[in-house]
T-cell receptor
Framework: AQSVSQHNHHVILSEAASLELGCNYS??????LFWYVQYPGQHLQLLLK??????LVKGIKGFEAEFIKSKFSFNLRKPSVQWSDTAEYFC???????????FGQGTTLQVKP | SAVISQKPSRDICQRGTSLTIQCQVD?????MFWYRQQPGQSLTLIAT?????????ESGFVIDKFPISRPNLTFSTLTVSNMSPEDSSIYLC??????????????FGPGTRLLVL
């Protein structure tokens, strides 16, 4: 069965620190990969996605993620976090061509001003 | 993108009762999804709802417990039946991006926070 694993459950950083959130998935076929973010009191929203092509994808608010096929990974990065990045981050995999998403456990990021 | 609203935004219910959650989209979409997010956990897909056909349920979820309606391309309901405290969760609906069908690109509603006493 497909699964998505996020390495960190809760991350605390100071402003301007660099961020990397790990995500690994298990699926043998072609995958579509996503990072979603949920800011406090807001809807879950798409941060970035990867379908094909350049494995380094850029999203909103300075976030980027790198798809490494050999490692089944899609880690999220940001060189310098801000207090406003405090949120819950979810990695997700698109299941074949079904349109379904399988989510990781989520990582709560707390950025201290 | 799509704008999605859900009603109610939250509710407190007694065990044994049922609650119907409504999901309204501002545009016509083919695929809608219902998720559950239990406290401290991730999102788990309950079912996929396509207009004009029966909903497709994921393993561990059954129609008798979570009946779904999809009367048209902009609306769906999820009913949580015969509730128990274990049903206390956030229930979210989402829709597929019409221009990226089958990719998994989805837009989410604000969720319905349910507490069962």
């Amino acid at each position: 069965a497909q699964s998505v694993s996020q390495h960190n459950h809760h991350v605390i950083l100071s402003e301007a620190a660099s961020l990397e959130l790990g995500c690994n998935y298990s699926y043998g076929g072609t995958v579509n990969l996503f990072w979603y973010v949920q800011y406090p009191g807001q809807h879950l929203q798409l941060l970035l996605k990867y379908f094909s092509g350049d494995p380094l994808v850029k999203g909103i608010k300075g976030f980027e993620a790198e798809f490494i096929k050999s490692k089944f990974s899609f880690n999220l990065r940001k060189p310098s976090v801000q207090w406003s990045d405090t949120a819950e981050y979810f990695c997700a995999v698109g299941s074949g061509n079904t349109g379904k998403l399988i989510f990781g456990q989520g990582t709560t990021l707390q950025v201290k001003p | 993108s799509a704008v999605i609203s859900q009603k109610p935004s939250r509710d407190i219910c007694q065990r044994g009762t049922s609650l119907t959650i409504q999901c309204q989209v501002d545009s016509q979409v083919t695929m809608m999804f219902w998720y559950r997010q239990q406290p401290g956990q991730s999102l788990t897909l309950i079912a996929t709802a396509n207009q004009g056909s029966e909903a497709t349920y994921e393993s561990g979820f059954v129609i008798d417990k979570f009946p779904i309606s999809r009367p048209n391309l902009t609306f769906s309901t999820l009913t949580v039946s015969n509730m128990s405290p274990e049903d206390s969760s956030i229930y979210l609906c989402s829709v597929e991006d019409r221009l990226q069908r089958g990719t998994g690109t989805q837009y989410f509603g604000p969720g319905t926070r349910l507490l069962v006493l």
